[in-house]
């Protein structure tokens, strides 16, 4: 079966940079998307950012011209710069195949200290 592995989350100073990681695993399918979700303390998961199989990317506003999605053929990246108090939240990866379904990550937690 298909597991996500993130990684690569921690505490950081605001200003600071890091880099999630998220690795597949199982079968190899057809994919639709690939990207990131965060969920922050008493809010709602959003869409941190997403890039489609034709590679076609979308951001969050609140990350634009900070975070940096990528990926190679098992594994999805986030490079996160300059990063602020309100990026503090559980990052989760997630894969949508093209049936219409989504796998998620077990999420990673980046805390920015102000």
């Known amino acids: 079966h298909v597991q996500l592995q993130a990684s690569g989350g921690g505490l950081v100073h605001a200003g600071g940079s890091l880099r999630l990681s998220c690795a597949q695993h199982g079968p190899a399918f057809s994919i639709a998307a690939r990207g990131w979700y965060r969920q922050a303390p008493g809010k709602q998961r959003e869409l941190v950012a997403l890039i489609s199989g034709g590679g076609k990317i979308t951001y969050a506003d609140s990350v634009k011209g900070r975070f940096v999605v990528d990926r190679d053929k098992s594994t999805i990246f986030l490079q996160m710069h300059d990063l602020k108090f309100e990026d503090t939240a559980v990052y989760y990866c997630?894969?949508?195949?093209?049936?219409?379904?989504?796998?998620w990550g077990q999420g990673t937690q980046v805390t920015v200290s102000s």
């Open positions: 997630i894969i949508d195949p093209v049936d219409g379904s989504r796998y």
